[in-house]
């Protein structure tokens, strides 16, 4: 839209990834002075909100550089050699798949810097929570940026160690046993994922991505693709987290403070959709062609389970925890984004893309608005808050704080996908796409997985309306009543959360800002990489 | 060469290549003649012409870098030579003097502290001798060269395990070194004479040809010679089933010389072994490449399983880890070395141990300098120890980190992610998938261990200190926490806790006797242990307040830099793996 300069397009690019490691490192040292604020403390939460802050200004205007006519060309492309003895480059860039991506993550850490600043994160010194969480920001941007297999091996174990020190010294209740099974499955998971990574590399005598995408899997044996897919598609599936390979997303987005799961559930889950189709879609779709019915398999039972978890979980003095609620409503809404990057068509990657930043803006959203409502009532536990409505007959929140409860009804009925609203676009054309896979698919099969899908969405709105009932509803307290009155949408909250709110309407009403920067981009990938 | 002597050729002798491992060889009997006549408060010289001597030793390989220098060859056939400086003996000689060297700055210390107890001129001695020995060892291409200098460098290490006066600990584990390397040498010897009796030579590349036409009657025997060949120095790499005198012999030597066994002992063994292997037994390679690949998955999961139970809270539990954990390592090691059995590149595959072994001799010898330095506060060597270490010491904590990260292979160790990549390479370009599968494993249990150590290092030392006394304490610790207790109490208030002498400070975290530690109040137990833990005491002052940790400084600054100038340029040591090494 705006025309910058390449070479200026390559130096943002490089500089969105890494600034917020260089950032990491200054926020360990002392303030300099005259920046020292009111107290360390403070200063160094401001460096955080500083950091992130210009990221995001750098991937707002390399979005505003980025040409939209030619979504599907690799833009802002560096190539340098790093490592010549292991064949890995730096080789940045970004087209329509990866940037949408880039500037939602450079939006959700600086609405959790923001976040942090106002609200002091319980636990450990602030100097540490702040470089973690940059080195956090590094590590995901850097994913999506990076066009290098071992790059991007390097980049996903990058958010390991920081998102471990964040759930086991900030997080709440059980943390410590939270953060080590999110470690250790996703480590599990990505060391079997490199295996594959290296078979590719090796076979094919590069870990160019463009490169090994417009080879489109020619240069590969069927058998190299079929044991390459599996490898990496485990990895990535536990990432994502893929039905049966989930169980650590529940425990984690409990344990882990506010900020941890607006980063772990708007995120880091999109790296593992996002290595499906950068990576196995394009450079060994016959080897995914073998395993895409058995992933939408598993895409679907996830789609029901995580409903039906949540409607479990939902129910009265069943003792469920909100947040647990919305990491298996997670599990639901991977599995639209799994089965649309199954189907293997145009329709159903694009509608799966657009889940995936959906996804990361209402579930981000929905884990702010939980972050607050504990704040407040110093609970999540659904039980202990409709009880603490008058005759526990709901928590009441449209009478005690009306824009908490209305936003909390915004984001649980965007995530169920009501027209209009950006849940809904993502599902409708995974679904679509479901009901025409690719040639050599079988179509009775993919029928069969959307009616089950479909069905998920009448569960989901299910257990999302029992949450809004019990939370938002319920007979409003009087003077006489003995309830607390619980503070309404702060300043900060409102500034935080506005970005997302208009967002989530904004792709609700015009999905074509995003589709129209990922389908050229799928198309060519589908049809034989980037060019 | 025996034959040669008859015909009573002189060799000529190129100083140039021979002079790493003869400078050392020297300084170590210039050392040895000093102590002679150093008068007592003296001594400290010979550490210093140690670290000159193997800092002189590293220098001298500048000239050999570009690997195409041998000497001591036959005359009548100048192909076959006993001592050739190619580019892998360069790259070992400089882990073994490099980790050398480092010990040696940790031995400056460890000397100074424990002056009554550790003899300096024989240590001294014995190091270099060792590190000659070691630094022979990867240029020797003769299987009477290869043997002596095994020896060389194994002999003067058992003494250095058994060097400390009146200490059962350390007798012992010099007995186990000792008996299990020594049984370990004689089979090996029992190989090489067989390999000799069948194939008249012991100069390797002459052996790899001539093995290949044993007659059939002597089939058996080459391989049984073969067979034996490679346990002695299996043994010497610490593989299963020959690991278990690593432990005990690590933690009942000096700390220093358990570093530099880690490093240097590692290089010896793998060196010896890939030597023989490639060089000597190619036409071998069925055989010994299952074999390898077996030993590789098994010594991985052996040490990391048994660096895995090891219990924070026990005595020396730093130690006994890392000690476990370099057992762990050099399944790694030797995963590259049965991988090139398989593929038509061999050199490659060893490139790739070369560079996992230099960034483990960096990561390793760093991991240890921590140790050594928090060791001096709190004697007592339990990684517990290690807790708010990032309190009291930002950067050191940091650094620990960092070498912890690096040898479990995860960003931001980038350099030990990489050298687990190339790791990962070879295996399955070799198409051992099944190692590699085994390898991933290793290196997820792996991370429990240094991440919880990791963690450890960030955590405040506050509540490390209350968790300890509502665990009630260890029993291995309680000599020395009652001892160290008994004196906070002689102190004389409880805050004198916060401030006391280190030793004092370590046995807040173990005590059992929370009387002596409630002060002057009298608090109740319960109480007192609550006020403990949430008082600032139990993290140490700092231990740089104790004289003499400059050399620390100073191994921890090059260890630390290493390693980070590697993470930013992996290609400084995985370059081993793109160029010709024979």
């Known amino acids: ?531 | 060469m025996s034959a040669l002597a008859a015909e009573s050729v002189v060799q000529s002798v190129d100083w140039t290549a021979v002079a790493p491992p003869t400078l050392t060889a020297v300084a170590a009997l210039v050392v040895l003649v000093a102590d002679l006549f150093l008068p007592e408060r003296r001594k400290a010289v010979m550490g210093w012409i140690t670290l000159a001597a193997l800092a002189a030793g590293l220098l001298l390989l500048l000239p050999l870098l570009d690997g195409d220098r041998a000497t001591f060859c036959l005359t009548a056939d100048p192909g076959v030579c006993s001592y050739v400086a190619d580019r892998f003996t360069v790259a070992v000689q400089l882990i073994v003097l490099g980790g050398a060297l480092l010990a040696a700055l940790l031995s400056v210390t460890a000397l100074k502290d424990e002056a009554r107890r550790l003899p300096a001129g024989e240590y001294w001695f014995l190091l270099l001798s060792s590190a000659a020995g070691a630094a022979l060892l990867p240029a020797s291409r003769d299987l009477a060269t290869l043997i002596v200098a095994l020896e060389v460098a194994s002999l003067p290490a058992f003494a250095l395990v058994g060097l400390r006066h009146g200490d059962r600990r350390s007798s012992e584990a010099a007995l186990k070194f000792f008996l299990s390397s020594v049984t370990a040498t004689a089979v090996s010897l029992l190989g090489v004479s067989f390999v000799y009796a069948v194939t008249g030579s012991m100069h390797l590349t002459v052996v790899a040809e001539e093995i290949q036409q044993v007659d059939g009657q002597f089939a058996a025997l080459a391989r049984a010679g073969v067979v034996l060949t490679l346990v002695g120095f299996a043994f010497k790499t610490a593989a299963v089933p020959f690991h278990f005198w690593v432990p005990d012999t690590y933690t009942g030597a000096p700390l220093p010389v358990a570093a530099y066994l880690s490093v240097t002992g590692k290089a010896v063994g793998f060196t010896g072994l890939i030597l023989v292997t490639l060089l000597a037994f190619p036409s071998y390679a069925p055989v010994w490449g299952p074999v390898l690949a077996l030993l590789a998955a098994l010594t991985m999961t052996a040490g990391n399983v048994g660096a895995m139970r090891q219990r924070p809270d026990r005595e020396h539990s730093a130690v006994r880890l890392l000690a476990w954990s370099s057992v762990g390592q050099a399944g790694y090691l030797l995963v590259p070395v049965a991988a090139a059995a398989y593929t038509d590149e061999p050199a490659r595959a060893i490139g790739s141990t070369l560079a996992y072994a230099l960034m483990y001799a960096a990561v390793n010898l760093g991991a240890f300098t921590v140790v050594a330095l928090v060791g001096r506060a709190r004697p007592t060597g339990r990684v517990d120890d290690h807790r708010g270490l990032y309190a009291a010491r930002p950067v050191t904590a940091l650094l620990m980190a960092f070498f912890l990260l690096c040898l479990a292979g995860l960003p931001p160790g980038i350099v030990g992610l990489f050298a687990k990549v190339t790791v990962f390479a070879t295996a399955v370009e070799a198409g051992m998938g099944w190692l590699a599968v085994v390898m991933a494993v290793n290196v997820v249990i792996a991370l429990v261990y240094y991440l919880r150590w990791t963690a450890l290092l960030f955590r405040p030392a506050e509540a490390g200190a209350g968790a300890a006394l509502a665990a009630g304490a260890v029993p291995a610790a309680q000599p020395v926490s009652v001892a160290a207790s008994a004196g906070a109490g002689a102190a004389g208030s409880g805050r004198a806790l916060s401030g006391a002498v280190p030793g004092a400070a370590s046995g807040t975290d173990a005590t059992a006797i929370p009387d002596a530690v409630s002060g002057p109040g009298g608090t109740p137990a319960p109480n007192a242990a609550a006020s403990a833990g949430t008082s600032p005491a139990g993290i140490a002052p700092e231990p740089a307040a104790l004289p003499g940790a400059a050399p620390l400084t100073v191994a921890l600054a090059v260890t630390g830099l290493l390693a980070l100038a590697l993470s930013a340029a992996p290609q400084l040591i995985l370059r081993f793996t793109g160029v010709a090494l024979f």
């Open chain 1, 1 to 531: 839209m705006i025309d910058i300069n390449e070479s200026v397009m390559q130096a943002l690019l490089a500089f969105v990834v890494l600034i917020p490691l260089i950032g990491a490192a200054a926020a360990l040292l002392p303030a300099p002075p005259g920046l020292k604020g009111k107290s360390p403390e403070q200063a160094v939460l401001r460096h955080g909100v500083t950091v992130t802050g210009v990221v995001l200004l750098a991937a707002l205007a390399l979005a505003a550089g980025f040409d939209h006519s030619r979504p599907q060309t690799m833009q802002a492309t560096t190539d340098i050699s790093w490592i010549p003895a292991l064949d890995v480059r730096i080789h940045l860039g970004v087209d329509g798949i990866s940037l949408p991506l880039l500037v939602l993550t450079a939006l959700l850490t600086f609405l959790c810097a923001l976040h942090s600043y106002f609200v002091r994160p319980p636990g450990g010194s602030p100097k540490g929570f702040v470089a973690l969480l940059l080195v956090l920001e590094t590590g995901t941007l850097a994913s999506f940026a990076v066009l290098d297999l071992l790059l991007f091996f390097l980049a996903f174990e990058t958010v390991l160690i920081p998102m471990y020190f964040l759930i086991a010294r900030w997080g709440g209740a059980g943390r410590s046993a939270a953060a080590w099974k999110f470690v250790l499955f996703t480590l599990l998971g990505s060391v079997v994922m490199l295996l594959g990574l290296l078979l590719i590399g090796i076979k094919a005598g590069t870990f160019d991505m463009v490169t090994l995408a417009s080879d489109n899997g020619r240069s590969l044996t069927v058998t190299t693709q079929v044991v390459a897919v599996l490898a990496i598609g485990l990895g990535l599936a536990v990432k994502t987290p893929m039905w049966p390979l989930h169980s650590w997303l529940p425990d984690a987005h409990t344990a882990a403070p506010t900020v941890g799961s607006v980063l772990l559930a708007g995120v880091l889950l999109k790296m593992g959709t996002y290595g499906f189709v950068r990576i196995l879609l394009p450079a060994a779709p016959e080897g995914f062609e073998v395993f895409a019915p058995y992933l939408a398999a598993f895409a679907v039972v996830g789609i029901v389970y995580g409903s039906l978890a949540c409607l479990a979980l939902a129910r009265k003095g069943a003792k469920g925890d909100l947040k647990r609620l919305i990491a298996y409503s997670s599990v639901g809404h991977m599995g639209f984004v799994l089965l649309g990057i199954a189907t293997m068509t145009p329709t159903g990657v694009n509608g799966a893309l657009f889940a995936n930043v959906a996804h990361g803006l209402i579930t981000g959203l929905l884990f702010f608005l939980v972050g607050a409502l504990k704040d407040r009532t110093g609970t999540t536990d659904l039980d202990t808050l409709s009880a603490q409505g008058v005759r526990a007959t709901g928590a009441a929140l449209y009478g005690r704080a009306p824009r908490l409860g209305g936003l909390l009804a915004f984001a649980a009925v965007a995530s169920l996908g009501l027209p209009g609203l950006a849940g809904f676009w993502g599902e409708m054309l995974a679904l679509f796409g479901a009901f025409d896979p690719a040639a050599g698919l079988s179509r009775p099969a993919y029928l069969v997985f959307m009616a089950v899908g479909a069905f998920g969405t009448l569960l989901t709105a299910a257990y999302l309306l029992v949450v809004v009932r019990r939370v938002c509803m319920g007979e409003p307290p009087r003077e006489t009543d003995d309830v607390p009155l619980l503070a309404d949408v702060r300043g900060h909250e409102f500034a935080a959360w506005t970005p997302l709110v208009v967002l989530t309407v904004l792709a609700g009403l015009w999905p074509k800002v995003l589709l129209g920067l990922t389908d050229p981009a799928v198309q060519q990938l589908l049809a034989g990489g980037p060019r």
